[in-house]
């Protein structure tokens, strides 16, 4: 029997160096698993990553051009206000200048009427002396006492309105 117990306890031995050796094979598989499964994690991160930075690239080039075309948006719309305000000053300076024409045209057809309303006097007064005259010297009257005076006719004034700033359309093309 005291061969057998070597054998036996050296069979056990054995076999627990068998089991051992079996438990790391199976840890050792277990880890290779383990370690190709973060590898392809770690591929796909890679490739993500390499996909958000491309994206970011074409992120930061389409703000870049949104920012140039912002900027050309203000530039034009700044251009646009200044043009803006000088057909405002024009139209102020044009307004200005209708309003003093209209002034104007109003002062002379008012000169004019004047004229008018004295050579109405003048005449009636020259008609009254050459009547006169023609009684003074026991004449006939040239006009046989038919005379019939024009009416006078109140000459129609136009008015012209004054139109004011902000009124009527500006086509500034």
Do not use: Y
């Not at 050792?28 to 370690?35: F, G, M, N, T, W």
């Amino acid at each position: 029997m005291a061969p057998s117990v070597p054998r036996t306890r050296a069979a056990a031995a054995l076999r627990m160096k068998q089991i051992a050796l079996d438990n790391q094979d199976r840890t050792i598989r277990h880890l290779r698993a383990q370690l190709a499964t973060e590898r392809r994690g770690l591929a796909a991160t890679k490739k993500e990553l390499e996909e958000t930075r491309v994206a970011l690239e074409a992120s930061h080039k389409a703000i870049a051009g949104l920012t140039e075309i912002g900027l050309s948006m203000s530039k034009k719309i700044e251009r646009m206000k200044v043009k803006k305000q000088q057909v405002r000053e024009n139209h102020v300076e044009c307004h200005q200048k209708f309003q003093a024409r209209i002034h104007e045209a109003e002062d002379s057809m008012q000169a004019q009427h004047l004229i008018i309303e004295a050579l109405v006097d003048e005449k009636d007064s020259l008609l009254q002396t050459i009547q006169g005259l023609q009684e003074a010297n026991n004449a006939p009257a040239p006009f046989d006492g038919d005379w019939e005076e024009e009416p006078e006719e109140e000459p129609e004034e136009e008015e012209i309105e004054d139109i004011t700033l902000g009124e009527g359309e500006i086509d500034d093309e």
